[in-house]
């Protein structure tokens, strides 16, 4: 794909929707942080039920550990793997506090040192709260830079990287969000929404569905 093309997505997608944000509900870098660890392999949906009862009782690296591993486990036991997420929150909100007085740092070394925070966690942290022009490579992502040519890799980091270098330096900040967006309600993984899709004339997109 050519870089007239790819700004031209992009451009559509700014127009689309001019301020995207994470679907997941949070009023803090902790709650993010919180939130994010929560999401792997679970719905945004299903977290954001649970943190609504949970951030109103604990959602600061202390209150947190003031509520423990069990009881933390109390409000997330419906989402996925709630076990291993809640020691790994609990482990990690010591981390923050004896280590970063509380807060969650805003360098990728420090937040994938935090037990339970990967490559993916960090980058959506480091973008979504602090801003930074990072991209957080999950399967939308990974499907839509590969289905439509932005940005085709063999795997998360190979996507990542092209992603950063090719897309304009003026769509880096929000391009996460559209894309995961696009990934999850229109460019579907079994059956893409081409006929609806707002850049289906510009994507590569060998098999589209235009029924």
Same mark, same amino acid.
């Given at each position: ?11 559509? +997608? ?13 009023? %803090? ?9 929560? %999401? ?22 202390? #209150? ?5 591993? #069990? ?12 076990? %291993? ?6 482990? %990690? ?46 399967? $939308? ?9 932005? #940005? ?21 900040? *929000?391009? $996460?969000?559209?894309?995961?967006? $696009?990934?999850?309600?229109?460019? +579907? ?21 235009? *029924?």
């Amino acid at each position: 794909m050519n870089a007239a093309k790819r700004r031209e997505i992009f451009e559509r +997608l700014r127009a689309d929707n001019p301020n995207p944000r994470t679907e997941l509900n949070y009023t %803090s870098p902790f709650e993010l942080l919180v939130a994010v660890v929560l %999401s792997a392999q679970a719905t945004d949906k299903s977290v954001n039920k649970a943190t609504a009862e949970l951030f109103p009782i604990a959602n600061t690296p202390r #209150a947190m550990l003031d509520l423990g591993e #069990a009881g933390l486990k109390r409000y997330i036991r419906t989402i996925g793997l709630f076990n %291993s997420k809640a020691a790994n929150i609990i482990k %990690s909100c010591s981390a923050l506090l004896t280590q970063h007085d509380g807060e969650v740092p805003q360098q990728r070394e420090a937040l994938e040192a935090l037990p339970g925070v990967g490559r993916k966690t960090a980058n959506v942290i480091l973008n979504t709260a602090f801003g930074q022009p990072t991209m957080a490579v999950d399967t $939308h992502i990974f499907r839509v830079a590969n289905r439509t040519r932005i #940005a085709p890799g063999k795997n998360v980091l190979e996507v990542e990287q092209k992603l950063l270098r090719n897309i304009p330096k003026e769509f880096l900040h *929000d391009a $996460h969000h559209w894309l995961i967006l $696009h990934g999850r309600y229109t460019c +579907l993984a079994r059956t893409p929404r081409c006929g609806s899709c707002i850049i289906e004339d510009l994507c590569e997109y060998r098999a589209k569905n235009l *029924d």
